[in-house]
């Protein structure tokens, strides 16, 4: 699986939109990028995925670059409950499909 | 909620002993994984079974094991305990392995 490069931490006040970046300039062609976020000790939650093209749900929307080497994750009307830790993980899709989780971005929520 | 249930929440025994974690999937869901989170390692997959048959393996110890049984519910059996098998450990379920994960609370071990 490809590997990700995200901020170890970012800061963004409530009620405004929170971008988290990801870098994973080595993606193959049939890997997907997913996004969990994981507030404190909880088990981590499915945020949203996506393959080439820009996907939004009522959770978040994922950007994904033409060439496929960035991604960035928007939640756009942040609030205090948003506070976690964000992970962007690439996988293959065919398969097992495991998840091999980076250290991610600790996002804060200012009020 | 995500609809995946682990028990214990938390669970203390001592190093040398022998423990299993239980989990019960979303209803409907095919496939189990198991993850382990320490400070150290972050987290990390252990395991993963679809429909009963174990699909993939990640750092799994050899003295980890972990089954699905007949009605889709999973354990992990985790023996000969050591300090360093203190962590919390999720487990997730999907309705097929292509599809996302859905984490359920997780179960607290500390080994003294």
């Not at chain 1, 959770?59 to 992970?87: G, Q």
């Not at chain 2, 239980?22 to 997959?45: A, K, M, T």
Request: net charge negative.
């Amino acid at each position: 699986d490809a590997k990700t490069t995200q901020p170890p931490s970012m800061d963004c006040a409530e009620g405004r939109a929170a971008n988290l970046p990801c870098n994973h300039s080595t993606i193959s062609g049939n890997e997907y990028v997913y996004w969990y976020r994981q507030i404190h000790s909880q088990g981590p939650q499915y945020i949203i995925h996506g393959l080439k093209n820009n996907e939004t749900n009522e959770m978040a929307s994922l950007i994904i670059t033409e060439d496929r080497k960035s991604s960035t994750l928007i939640l756009p009307h942040a609030t205090l409950r948003d506070t976690a830790v964000y992970y962007c993980i690439v996988s293959d899709i065919q398969g097992a499909q495991k998840l091999v989780f980076g250290q991610g971005t600790r996002l804060t929520i200012n009020p | 909620d995500s609809g995946v249930t682990q028990t214990p929440k938390h669970l203390i025994t001592a190093t040398g002993q022998r423990v299993t974690l239980r989990c019960s999937p979303r209803s409907g869901d095919l496939s189990v994984y198991w993850y382990q989170q320490s400070l150290d390692q972050g987290l990390q997959f252990l395991i993963q079974y679809y429909n009963g048959e174990e699909r993939a393996k990640g750092n799994i110890l050899e003295r980890f094991s972990a089954q699905q049984f007949p009605d889709l519910h999973s354990e992990l059996n985790l023996s000969s305990l050591e300090l360093g098998d203190s962590a919390l450990y999720f487990c997730a379920s999907s309705a097929r392995p292509d599809r996302e994960q859905f984490f359920g609370p997780g179960t607290r071990l500390t080994v003294l």
